[in-house]
């Protein structure tokens, strides 16, 4: 589908690509990753030719469909639905043609290739996807333009989905989504039909969607078999045997020398010494083992305080007096208390992060704080707010002006902003340096509680785990809003609920919450209106494309049946394995091994679970 051959690509003096080669093949997952700037972005415009390698070549199969979304939000007056439908341009002209065209002959072919590619299905289908993103059917009718950049930007991925391109492309497809619309996506793009290849950050997507992950690693693209998890642990492993041969390597560069330091001037060894200068040129240049510099997050703890840090009773918060969003708001926070919030966008959940900062005032009710509770609130329009023309360290001397340069310095160095980085003008830094200056800054003055809304979108995977790490060490409270299910189950241990008003324990894990979801998503779509084609006219062929339509899908759900049947036949042997006593007596290392065989089996039948569920979904919705 895909060869990259030999890629040379420079860009503002620095070479991003220098003879980098990899192939796609067809039907493949593929996740592409690297460091923040190593030119994953860079790349995907190279394969769409809105860049031009200065060296080697990028061939796709002829006449390949690419798909792709667009930076720019779709704009214009036409309903959601509309606008999705409009990403098959086939399907446009087939409809167009029919409603003009009084051959009959000429309207027979064009019903049949209108079945061929699916297209009475089209609307339902454009439907379930834009549903799955969070549009219900009132907000599918609505115009395209009276929506918000951020979910217009969802349309441009609904359409991107409904096109079915022979090759995706996606760059960070989940930026714009929330937590519920980012488990659908993983879902409908774990079972994508065509070529994939996405640029994400969220290791829960690699994880559940990539068969296949290209890392770029010093400008050469480096492929891996296996989900993300794989490619860590095979870099590693790539890693320690490398710093292993260099180490034997300098050994032996060392012994040699010594060797020929020794005795060159002497004539009864100057053959021997000679002898070991060629071996040393043999040998070749020191072996170097060039890893990514790590990422630093340290959030100073807090003092001691009275519990409980916050408490609401009776609560209702909203923007106008009599129009509450949320309501009926009784809880406290304590100081061990790691919380996240799940709920669609538009819930109130960023609402009750305002009142937690104190942004936004109570319509009703009372808050209590404890005495001296400070609170640190990280949001990622933020970003917007910093001075381009400045330095992190202008910025941070702003807030703290009576402190010494040392401890300024002192605290954005606990977010990787060393001498060098420090004063370089924001407008230069990353998007991922921008989040990091903002975490330091809202940390100065050592916060009892800390509120993240969307803390990971300019992270890449490293400083994600660095963010986690960093929030499991921190003493005081957390409150998270993220679509990022692997941060959240790593660093929360309570989820609110935010949902019809109201703020409310879950009781159960980030699994029970997904299985919520799609059993949700089912109840909709069987209870929701169906969505028919206006350009249907013959009863008698739609019933006939209606069972054609769910052919494949008993297929497929007989399939994910069989999958399910032959993975839980396997886990069962393994665990077999696992329970005999006398399998400890062997080999440590084939028991770890086989541990991590029941782990990663665990994770393909949950895969294979969600396969089921959407094959008997989308057959119960063909039928409805």
Not at 148 to 172: C, K, N, Q, Y
Request: glycine fraction near 8%; charge should be neutral.
């Amino acid at each position: 589908m895909l060869h990259i051959n030999a890629l040379i690509f420079r860009i503002g003096g620095r070479t991003l690509f220098d003879g980098a080669t990899v192939h796609v093949a067809a039907g493949q997952r593929v996740g592409l990753v690297g460091r923040n700037g190593a030119g994953k972005s860079t790349l995907l415009k190279l394969i769409l030719n809105e860049l031009h390698p200065d060296g080697g070549s990028i061939a796709l199969r002829p006449r390949a469909r690419i798909g792709w979304v667009s930076q720019e939000a779709p704009d214009g007056p036409e309903a959601l639905i509309d606008c999705v439908l409009a990403h098959d341009p086939e399907r446009s002209r087939l409809l167009s043609e029919a409603e003009s065209t009084t051959d009959g002959h000429a309207l027979a072919e064009l019903h049949e290739r209108m079945t061929a590619i699916g297209s009475h299905a089209a609307p339902a289908r454009a439907a379930a996807i834009l549903a799955g993103l969070g549009f219900d059917a009132e907000a599918q009718a609505r115009p395209v333009n009276s929506f918000s950049g951020g979910w217009r930007m969802r349309v441009a991925l609904a359409g991107a989905l409904f096109a079915m391109p022979d090759l995706l492309l996606l760059d960070e497809p989940t930026n714009h989504l929330d937590l519920e619309a980012t488990l659908w996506l993983e879902n409908h793009l774990a079972a994508y039909p065509g070529t994939l290849v996405v640029i994400s950050h969220d290791r829960e997507l690699l994880n559940r969607v990539a068969e296949r992950i290209i890392h770029i690693d010093q400008g050469k693209l480096v492929s891996y078999g296996g989900n993300y998890d794989r490619f860590e642990e095979t870099r590693r492993q790539k890693l320690e045997l490398a710093a292993k041969a260099a180490s034997k390597q300098l050994d032996q560069r060392k012994k040699l020398q010594a060797f020929i330091d020794r005795f060159r001037a002497k004539a009864n060894k100057a053959a021997q010494a000679q002898s070991r200068v060629k071996m040393l040129e043999r040998l070749g240049p020191p072996l170097t083992v060039i890893e990514d510099r790590p990422v630093s997050f340290d959030f100073p703890d807090p003092e001691p305080a009275s519990p409980p840090l916050m408490a609401i009773e009776r609560g209702e918060a909203g923007y106008a007096p009599g129009r509450p969003v949320l309501r009926g708001l009784n809880f406290r926070i304590d100081m061990d208390d790691r919380i996240a919030l799940l709920g669609a966008n538009g819930n109130g959940k960023s609402t009750l992060a305002k009142v937690l900062a104190g942004r936004l005032a109570l319509l009703e009710g009372s808050l209590h704080k404890a005495p001296k509770l400070r609170v640190g609130y990280f949001a990622q329009h933020q970003t917007e707010e910093l001075n381009l023309a400045a330095t992190p360290f202008d910025h941070m001397q702003a807030l703290m002006p009576q402190a010494l340069e040392s401890k300024v310095r002192a605290q954005l160095g606990r977010f990787g902003f060393e001498q060098d980085r420090a004063n370089v003008k924001v407008a230069n830094l990353s998007g991922g340096e921008k989040a990091r200056l903002l975490f330091a800054l809202m940390s100065r003055d050592a916060p009892h509680l800390m509120i993240l809304d969307e803390p990971t979108n300019h992270l890449d995977i490293d400083s994600r785990e660095a963010l986690v790490a960093a929030l499991n060490v921190y003493e005081g409270a957390v409150i998270l809003i993220s679509h990022d299910p692997h941060l959240i189950e790593l660093a929360a241990d309570r989820l609110w609920l935010v949902g019809d008003g109201q703020v409310a324990d879950f009781d159960g894990d980030l699994a029970d919450y997904r299985r919520l979801l799609l059993d949700q998503a089912r109840e909709s779509r069987r209870d929701g209106p169906r969505v028919t084609s206006p350009s249907r006219k013959d009863e008698r062929r739609a019933a006939a494309d209606l069972r054609a339509q769910q052919a494949p899908l008993r297929k497929a759900a007989q399939e994910a049946e069989r999958t399910l049947e032959r993975l839980g036949k396997k886990k069962q042997a393994l665990q077999a394995q696992l329970a005999d006593p006398a399998f400890y007596q062997g080999p440590a290392d084939k028991i770890a091994a086989l541990q991590r065989d029941l782990g990663a089996l665990g994770k393909e039948i949950a895969a294979a679970e969600d396969a089921w569920m959407i094959a008997h979904q989308a057959l119960e919705e063909a039928g409805s």
